[in-house]
C-alpha cells in the first residue's frame, strides 16, 4: 500500500468519523450504531500506529467527542476527559503492559496489578462538588469543553446533591456514565434506537422536567480535577465511591496478570447477553495512582489504561462491484460494493479492500460471496471469500495503472525503511493536477482540524467544484456570493452565514496553517513542531528561496522523509502559488512561543546511549514539562548532550569540537533536582 492510498484512506476514515460525531453529540441523531462507530474509530488508530506520519486534529487519538452543543452553555473541563486506547485480543493486551514497562525502563519482570472495570455503553458525564455540594453536571463536549448539562443530571436519582462526610474531598470532579437499564428501555423503546442514544437525546433535553421522565442511571468509575482528597489506588477510589453515595459497577474486579485479565474478560463477556445494561468491553486501569501520574497521556489518551472490547460482528454477502476512491495524498483505495446486510443491527453495503496486495492475497473477486467483519473499532473489511461458492461468472478486478480520475500513471513508491515497495499504489500526479486529489486537497483545508470553515463541508466542496467555483484553497477567500446565493439550496442567510464563517478563518495560527496545506506526511504534531521552529509564515516561504531544507533535521520528531516531502511541495509551482495566494488574501499568527519559566527553560538537550530507569520518552517528557527542548543533531543549537549507556562516540566527539556540555544521566537528573 502506498503512501497516498493510506492518507487517503486514513483522511476518508476521519472524514467519516466528524460526520458521525457530528450526528450523535450535536444533532443528538447517531446514524450508525456505537459498533460501527468504535470499529470506524479503532482502524484510524489502527493506521496511526502503522504509520507515524497519519496524524489529523479530529483522529481519535487527538480528539474527543464533538464541540459542545450550541443549546448549551459551554465550560471548559478542569482536567480534560480522555478518550481510551482499545485491545481487542491478548496480544494487544502484552503490547499495552510491555508499553508501560518500556516506558518506566523496566528490566525486571514485574506483574501490574490492575482495576478491571466492565465498561458501560452510556454517556460521559462530569459531576463538579465543591465543600460537598453538587454544583456543575457536565458532558464530555470535545474533551476539552463540555456542555453544562447540570439540571438535567440533578434529575437523576443516582446522584448524591449533597455529601456531608468529612473523608470527601474539598473540591472534586466525579466522572462517570449515564445509561438506561436494558428492562426500562423496552418501555421507551418506540422513542429510540437503543439505551445509549436514548440517554444521549435525554440529556440534551433543555427542558429538565422532559429529563426527568426518562429513567436515566449513574455509575461512578473516575475523577478528574480534585483538591483534598487522600486515596492512593483506583480500586480504593471505588470502595470510597460507594461510601460516599454513588453507584459503582458490581462486576469491578482487581487483578494481576494478563492471563487472569483474559479469564476474567472471558466469563464477563459469556454473562453479558444476561446484565440489565449494555457493556461493550472491559477497561483495565494501572491500579497505583503514583504510577498513573508517572506514565501520564500520550495524545489524547491516558497510557495507564487500556479499553478491551467485546468480539466483532460478521456476516455473508456478495461482492457486488469493487470501486477505486482517491484519497488527498494521491492512494488510491479499492472499495467493495456488496449486496446491503445487516450486521449487528446496521446496514452494510460498502467495505474497505485495503489495497491492491489485500485483494490478490485473498484473491477477492466481482461476484464472490465474502464474510464482512464490523471488528474492534474498525469499519467493514472483507475477511475472506468462500471459494466454494465461486461460480463461472465472478471475475478478477485489474487494478488501474493510471488514474481513474486524472489519467497519470500509478505507482507503488519504495520504502527505504522496510526495503519493499509500498502495499498502497498512488496517482502520481504533482500539486493540484488531479481533480480528485484537488478536491480532497480542498475539503482539507477546509476541516475542522485546519481551518474550520464552519459550514463549508464535504458537499459543498463538492458541489462548488462542479460549479467551478473553487480549484485552489485560495478561491475560497474569493467566491463570488452573489453567484451562490442563486444557487438552489441557498439563499441570503445562508450566504451571509457562509461568508461570516470563511472571514472568521482569515486569521490562522501557523501550525494550522502548515498543517491545512496538506503536505504529505506533515501532519498536525509535525506542524506544531516546524511552526514551533521557524516561528512565522514569511521563514516557511523563505525555505523555497534558501533551499535550506536540511536545516529542518534539527527538529526533534522531523526526519528525511518529511523533510522530503516538503522540499517536493516546495518545488511545484501550482503548490507556490498556493502559498503566496494565501499570504496576501488571510493572516498566518506567528507561533506563540512556548511558556517558559521552568529549570530548564531555553536550554537543548539530545541523548545518546541507553538511559538507566527511564525510557527516552519520559525523558523527553521530562525535558519540556520543565520549558528545555529537545534537538536530534549535534550542532551549535545545542546546549547539553546527556550520555547514557554505551553512547555514539561520534556525538560525544562532534560535541567536544563544538565546546558543548556533556552531562551524565546522574547530572542531567541533578539538573531536574532528582535522584538517579
Known amino acids: 500500500m502506498t503512501k497516498k492510498k493510506i492518507e487517503k484512506d486514513y483522511n476518508e476514515k476521519i472524514k467519516r468519523l466528524v460526520k458521525l460525531d457530528q450526528f450523535y453529540y450535536e444533532k443528538s441523531n447517531p446514524i450508525v450504531e456505537d459498533s460501527e462507530y468504535d470499529r470506524l474509530k479503532q482502524e484510524i488508530l489502527k493506521l496511526e500506529r502503522q504509520y507515524d506520519y497519519l496524524k489529523n486534529k479530529s483522529s481519535p487519538s487527538v480528539s474527543v467527542g464533538f464541540r459542545p452543543s450550541k443549546n448549551f452553555t459551554k465550560v471548559a473541563h478542569k482536567v480534560p476527559m480522555l478518550s481510551l486506547a482499545n485491545a481487542f485480543d491478548q496480544d494487544d493486551l502484552i503490547n499495552f503492559e510491555k508499553k508501560i514497562m518500556n516506558f518506566i525502563n523496566q528490566k525486571e519482570v514485574v506483574e501490574i496489578e490492575y482495576s478491571a472495570e466492565p465498561k458501560i455503553d452510556g454517556i460521559s458525564a462530569s459531576l463538579i462538588y465543591k465543600d460537598g455540594q453538587f454544583v456543575t453536571g457536565l458532558s464530555r463536549g470535545d474533551g476539552k469543553e463540555g456542555e453544562d448539562i447540570t439540571e438535567n443530571l440533578k434529575t437523576i436519582r443516582d446522584i448524591p446533591h449533597k455529601i456531608a462526610l468529612k473523608d470527601f474531598p474539598e473540591e472534586i470532579d466525579i466522572r462517570g456514565e449515564i445509561f438506561i437499564q436494558n428492562d426500562d428501555f423496552k418501555k421507551i423503546s418506540n422513542k429510540f434506537a437503543n439505551p445509549r442514544n436514548a440517554a444521549s437525546g435525554s440529556l440534551r433535553q433543555k427542558n429538565p422536567e422532559e429529563t426527568k421522565k426518562i429513567p436515566l442511571k449513574f455509575i461512578a468509575y473516575t475523577y478528574g480535577y480534585e483538591k483534598g482528597m487522600k486515596i492512593s489506588e483506583q480500586n480504593e477510589f471505588l470502595k470510597k465511591l460507594k461510601e460516599w453515595g454513588f453507584k459503582v459497577n458490581p462486576f469491578n474486579k482487581t487483578i494481576k496478570g494478563i492471563k487472569n485479565l483474559m479469564k476474567n474478560y472471558y466469563e464477563i463477556e459469556n454473562k453479558r447477553g444476561k446484565l440489565n445494561f449494555d457493556i461493550d468491553g472491559i477497561v483495565y486501569k494501572v491500579n497505583d495512582f503514583k504510577l498513573q501520574k508517572r506514565l501520564g497521556n500520550v495524545a489524547n489518551a491516558p497510557r495507564w489504561a487500556v479499553a478491551h472490547k467485546f468480539s466483532a460482528n460478521s456476516g455473508i454477502s456478495i461482492i457486488e462491484n469493487i470501486e477505486i476512491q482517491i484519497g488527498r495524498t494521491g492512494a488510491l483505495t479499492p472499495v467493495a460494493k456488496i449486496k446491503p446486510i445487516n450486521i449487528g443491527g446496521v446496514v452494510v453495503s460498502n467495505a474497505t479492500l485495503h489495497n491492491e496486495e489485500e485483494i490478490i492475497r485473498k484473491d477477492i473477486r466481482i461476484g464472490d460471496t465474502v464474510l464482512i467483519e464490523r471488528a474492534g ?10 471459494l466454494k461458492l465461486r461460480n ?16 497519470s500513471k500509478t505507482v507503488k513508491e519504495y520504502n527505504y525503511t522496510t526495503k519493499k515497495e509500498d502495499a498502497v499504489r498512488r496517482c502520481s500526479s504533482e500539486g493540484f493536477i488531479c481533480e480528485k486529489i484537488s478536491i480532497e486537497k480542498i475539503k482539507h483545508f477546509v476541516s475542522k482540524e485546519a481551518l474550520n470553515i464552519d459550514g463549508f463541508g464535504k458537499k459543498i466542496v463538492e458541489n462548488f467544484w462542479k ?13 463570488d456570493y452573489a453567484k451562490i446565493e442563486n444557487l438552489d439550496g441557498w439563499g441570503k442567510l445562508s450566504v451571509s452565514n457562509l461568508k461570516y464563517s470563511i472571514n472568521l478563518r482569515k486569521t490562522i495560527s501557523f501550525d494550522k496553517f502548515i498543517f491545512a496545506l496538506g503536505i504529505r506526511h506533515i501532519g498536525l504534531e509535525n506542524a506544531k513542531l516546524i511552526s514551533k521552529n521557524l516561528k512565522s509564515l514569511k521563514n516557511f516561504i523563505s525555505l523555497a528561496k534558501s533551499k535550506k531544507f536540511d536545516d529542518l533535521i534539527n527538529i526533534d520528531g522531523i526526519g528525511e522523509t518529511q523533510i522530503n516531502s516538503i522540499k517536493s511541495f516546495f518545488m511545484n509551482s501550482t503548490n507556490l502559488k498556493v502559498l503566496n495566494d494565501l499570504n496576501e488574501l488571510i493572516f498566518v499568527k506567528d507561533a506563540i512561543p512556548s511558556k517558559g519559566g521552568g529549570i530548564l527553560n531555553n536550554k537543548t538537550f539530545m541523548f545518546t546511549g541507553k538511559l538507566e530507569g527511564i525510557s527516552r520518552a519520559e525523558a523527553k517528557s521530562l525535558i519540556e514539562e520543565n520549558s528545555g527542548s529537545i534537538i536530534s543533531n549535534v ?4 546546549n547539553y548532550l546527556v550520555i547514557g549507556e554505551k553512547p555514539t562516540k561520534r556525538k560525544i566527539d562532534e560535541a567536544k569540537k563544538m565546546k558543548i556540555n556533556i552531562l551524565s544521566q546522574k547530572e542531567w537528573l541533578k539538573m531536574l533536582n532528582k535522584t538517579s
Open 635 to 638: 550542532s551549535k543549537k545545542l
Open 377 to 386: 473499532d474498525v469499519i467493514p473489511h472483507v475477511i475472506s471469500v468462500d
Open 392 to 407: 463461472e461468472k465472478s471475475k478478477k478486478f485489474s487494478f488501474p495503472l493510471n488514474c481513474p480520475s486524472c489519467g
Open 467 to 479: 460549479l467551478k467555483l473553487i480549484r485552489l484553497p485560495q478561491d475560497i477567500f474569493k467566491l
